[in-house]
């Protein structure tokens, strides 16, 4: 059996004084009858393993990419490499999403903070890690424009003190991923960017994402560490906490509700199914050259309302007429500022060789299926996310805004706390 390690189990009875929320506990919630179930997703490449590489660790090996891509390295090269996936436990992980690899004698979790130096180091140690993919990262563009301290330290800071881990460590390889979302805005009829491109983040999040890109160049010119960083469009597919805009109308339209658009839907994104993307690090994994960038694109460029109509003919609803989306859609206020288009130029991967697999057409059938056979079980009570942003999130509590305001307003006061819409609370 392989070893869970710094795992502290907890009592998942919300008994914080609190009133009307949701408490998701990954570190307890585990049920059998649901991960034994699930199909065991990965990528499908697989190249000749890369001399001097034994332990990887893997940042956030809970959450959703880098969940598929734990299993992928697990699973696909069990007999050349040891996969450390390090992961907090917040609320949009699960220990499901690795459960099944428990008894693989190459796969070890270990439950740490990537900003706590003392876990950080500890866990690089402990594992002689030489090789670190570092995934871990607040990623909800909509919360970071109220809870943007939080951003901050996980983003840059988390990133610093892992540089500096790596550094003195002597880690050969140093993986980053970042987003296609660090260069900003991209006009409709703008050429799509190249990885020299100048960034121009718009939003908490974008800019907390080419912060950290700054660090790790930072420890690339002035330390030597080798880097590698990693710049992809939106991912989606199975295992993404239902907060993202896929999985989150997949659960509505599950649960025949209304679809919670911003804006009037037109802002488009391009959109990258989890193997694909797996696929696309393996290959700059073992392809790749140090000290480069690398764009991950796709070619399925799609409005936020066009996705509303595919999810609502995926889920035989009608969308054909403006009265059948008027009758499935609520528009609901937008973003403070909302990047109308991301577009990027994948041409350096494709010279490695990788090019997308999946259609948005095939990779979306492939998730909805998934979110009607396990998204309701998969994290416990998904019903507060289910809900308008802003919501709360504490740890692994989650409240509406409208049942923080109130138990606010009976609190004694404490700790400040944000959330989006940029009101500041006391806890």
Same mark, same amino acid.
């Given at each position: 059996?392989?070893?869970?390690?710094?795992?502290?189990?907890?009592?998942?009875?919300?008994?914080?004084?609190?009133?009307?929320?949701?408490?998701?506990?990954?570190?307890?919630?585990?049920?059998?009858?649901?991960?034994?179930?699930?199909?065991?997703?990965?990528?499908?490449?697989?190249?000749?393993?890369?001399?001097?590489?034994?332990?990887?660790?893997?940042?956030?090996?809970?959450?959703?990419?880098?969940?598929?891509?734990?299993?992928?390295?697990?699973?696909?090269?069990?007999?050349?490499?040891?996969?450390?996936?390090?992961?907090?436990?917040?609320?949009?992980?699960?220990?499901?999403?690795?459960?099944?690899?428990?008894?693989?004698?190459?796969?070890?979790?270990?439950?740490?903070?990537?900003?706590?130096?003392?876990?950080?180091?500890?866990?690089?140690?402990?594992?002689?890690?030489?090789?670190?993919?570092?995934?871990?990262?607040?990623?909800?563009?909509?919360?970071?424009?109220?809870?943007?301290?939080?951003?901050?330290?996980? *983003? &840059? =800071? $988390?990133? !610093?003190?892992?540089? /500096?881990?790596?550094?003195?460590?002597?880690?050969?390889?140093?993986?980053?991923?970042?987003?296609?979302?660090?260069?900003?805005?991209?006009?409709?009829?703008?050429?799509?960017?190249?990885?020299?491109?100048?960034?121009?983040?718009?939003?908490?999040?974008?800019?907390?994402?080419?912060?950290?890109?700054?660090?790790?160049?930072?420890?690339?010119?002035?330390?030597?560490?080798?880097?590698?960083?990693?710049?992809?469009? *939106? &991912? =989606? $597919?199975? !295992?993404?906490?239902? /907060?993202?805009?896929?999985?989150?109308?997949?659960?509505?339209?599950?649960?025949?509700?209304?679809?919670?658009?911003?804006?009037?839907?037109?802002?488009?994104?391009?959109?990258?199914?989890?193997?694909?993307?797996?696929?696309?690090?393996?290959?700059?994994?073992?392809?790749?050259?140090?000290?480069?960038?690398?764009?991950?694109?796709?070619?399925?460029?799609?409005?936020?309302?066009?996705?509303?109509?595919?999810?609502?003919?995926?889920?035989?609803?009608?969308?054909?007429?403006?009265?059948?989306?008027?009758?499935?859609?609520?528009?609901?206020?937008?973003?403070?500022?909302?990047?109308?288009?991301?577009?990027?130029?994948?041409?350096?991967?494709?010279?490695?060789?990788?090019?997308?697999?999946?259609?948005?057409?095939?990779?979306?059938?492939?998730?909805?299926?998934?979110?009607?056979?396990?998204?309701?079980?998969?994290?416990?009570?998904?019903?507060?996310?289910?809900?308008?942003?802003?919501?709360?999130?504490?740890?692994?509590?989650?409240?509406?805004?409208?049942?923080?305001?109130?138990?606010?307003?009976?609190?004694?006061?404490?700790?400040?706390?944000?959330?989006?819409?940029?009101?500041?609370?006391?806890?």
């Amino acid at each position: 059996m392989t070893a869970i390690t710094e795992f502290q189990d907890e009592n998942t009875h919300p008994s914080t004084g609190r009133r009307n929320s949701t408490v998701l506990n990954p570190r307890a919630y585990v049920d059998s009858s649901i991960w034994t179930r699930a199909p065991v997703l990965k990528g499908t490449t697989k190249f000749d393993p890369l001399p001097g590489v034994s332990n990887i660790l893997v940042t956030g090996g809970a959450g959703f990419i880098a969940c598929w891509f734990v299993r992928h390295l697990t699973l696909t090269y069990a007999g050349s490499y040891r996969i450390i996936s390090f992961d907090k436990l917040e609320y949009c992980s699960s220990l499901n999403n690795t459960r099944v690899l428990e008894d693989c004698p190459n796969f070890t979790f270990v439950q740490g903070d990537i900003t706590s130096p003392t876990d950080v180091k500890r866990c690089l140690r402990e594992y002689n890690i030489d090789t670190i993919f570092h995934f871990a990262a607040q990623s909800h563009v909509d919360l970071s424009f109220g809870n943007s301290y939080q951003f901050t330290n996980t *983003n &840059v =800071y $988390g990133t !610093h003190v892992l540089l /500096e881990s790596a550094k003195a460590q002597g880690v050969e390889r140093f993986i980053h991923i970042s987003t296609d979302e660090v260069y900003g805005e991209v006009d409709a009829a703008g050429d799509d960017v190249l990885e020299s491109s100048l960034l121009a983040p718009t939003n908490p999040y974008s800019a907390s994402k080419a912060a950290a890109e700054m660090m790790v160049n930072a420890y690339f010119k002035s330390f030597k560490l080798p880097v590698i960083i990693v710049r992809s469009n *939106n &991912v =989606y $597919g199975p !295992h993404q906490f239902p /907060e993202k805009i896929i999985p989150k109308f997949a659960m509505l339209l599950h649960r025949r509700r209304r679809l919670l658009l911003h804006g009037d839907g037109s802002p488009t994104r391009r959109y990258l199914y989890a193997g694909d993307i797996v696929d696309a690090i393996d290959t700059i994994f073992h392809k790749g050259t140090i000290g480069q960038i690398y764009n991950i694109d796709s070619r399925d460029e799609i409005s936020n309302l066009d996705m509303c109509r595919r999810l609502l003919e995926l889920f035989n609803l009608p969308h054909s007429t403006s009265e059948d989306l008027r009758s499935w859609i609520q528009y609901t206020e937008d973003r403070p500022f909302n990047d109308h288009r991301y577009a990027t130029d994948g041409s350096k991967l494709a010279l490695l060789g990788w090019k997308q697999k999946t259609s948005i057409d095939e990779g979306l059938r492939a998730t909805v299926d998934w979110y009607r056979r396990f998204g309701e079980v998969w994290w416990g009570d998904i019903s507060r996310i289910l809900t308008p942003f802003p919501v709360v999130y504490e740890g692994n509590e989650v409240f509406t805004r409208e049942e923080y305001e109130a138990w606010d307003e009976q609190s004694d006061g404490g700790k400040p706390m944000q959330i989006n819409g940029n009101k500041s609370y006391t806890m």
